[in-house]
């Protein structure tokens, strides 16, 4: 059964400190994502990756930085963290498309992680 | 801007059909994607429609019509299980993915 898991359902950390979210996946897939979910919004993309060491800048990435030193494992880092971005955070991966369009392909998601910052 | 907008809660009854609409204003499509999404669980792929009409997946299908800007799934024999919110994504010309709110869908005996 393929799967992404996400190193923590719920987490909460204080305002300041560097949070660390990490994400792995079994799939052998090429694309990685990371988004935040939070109520009455869709889904706004933080970060994505298409391989091993490439990054490249969602909706909303400031506040955020992100690592792919292996191709299963995506992490989102947060510098300094703060109360607004207290939120749902979900990766998910996807392969690759024919013609290299990231976002024709379906994505799976990992189960999410619950962030607090207080 | 682009937008998508689906409604925010749906009520239906065990063994109903019920339709969930999406309408989107996007620069340009290339494609509409469903997902299920159950309470504290990740969103997991329903359907995918890049051309009009209607696809059937068992108790799901989903439509679409480029030329109105429209999609809807299709839920038929309601299980208490398809209680879940439902996800509507659209490609646009720039291959960027825009995701409504979802709908939460809430079945009842």
């Known amino acids: 059964d393929v799967k992404v898991t996400q190193s923590s359902r719920y987490l909460v950390k204080r305002t300041g400190e560097k949070v660390f979210l990490e994400c792995v996946q079994d799939?052998?897939?090429?694309?990685m994502f990371w988004y935040r979910q939070d109520p009455g919004l869709g889904l706004r993309l933080i970060y994505f990756?298409?391989?091993?060491?490439?990054?490249e800048k969602g909706d909303i990435p400031e506040g955020y930085s992100v690592s792919r030193e292996k191709k299963e494992r995506f992490s989102l880092i947060l510098e300094s963290a703060s109360t607004n971005q207290t939120s749902m955070y979900l990766c998910?991966?996807?392969?690759?498309?024919?013609?290299?369009?990231?976002?024709?392909?379906?994505?799976?998601f990992g189960p999410g992680t619950r962030l607090t910052v207080l | 801007g682009q937008n998508i907008d689906q409604p925010t809660e749906m009520t239906a009854t065990e063994g109903a059909i019920v339709q969930i609409n999406c309408t989107y204003q996007?620069?340009?499509?290339?494609?509409l994607f469903w997902y299920q999404q159950h309470a504290g669980e990740a969103p997991t792929f329903l359907s995918y429609?890049?051309l009009d009409g209607l696809e059937e997946k068992g108790r799901f299908s989903s439509f679409l019509s480029r030329s109105k800007g429209y999609s809807y799934l299709l839920l038929k024999e309601l299980q208490m299980k398809d209680s879940a919110s439902y996800l509507c994504?659209?490609?646009?010309?720039?291959?960027?993915?825009?995701w409504g709110a979802g709908t939460k869908l809430i079945i009842k005996p």
């Open positions: 990756s298409y391989d091993v060491k490439m990054k």
């Open positions: 996007t620069s340009g499509f290339n494609g």
């Open positions: 998910a991966s996807s392969s690759l498309s024919s013609s290299g369009a990231l976002t024709i392909i379906p994505q799976f």
């Open positions: 799939m052998d897939h090429e694309n």
């Open positions: 429609n890049v």
């Open positions: 994504a659209v490609t646009d010309s720039n291959y960027q993915l825009i």
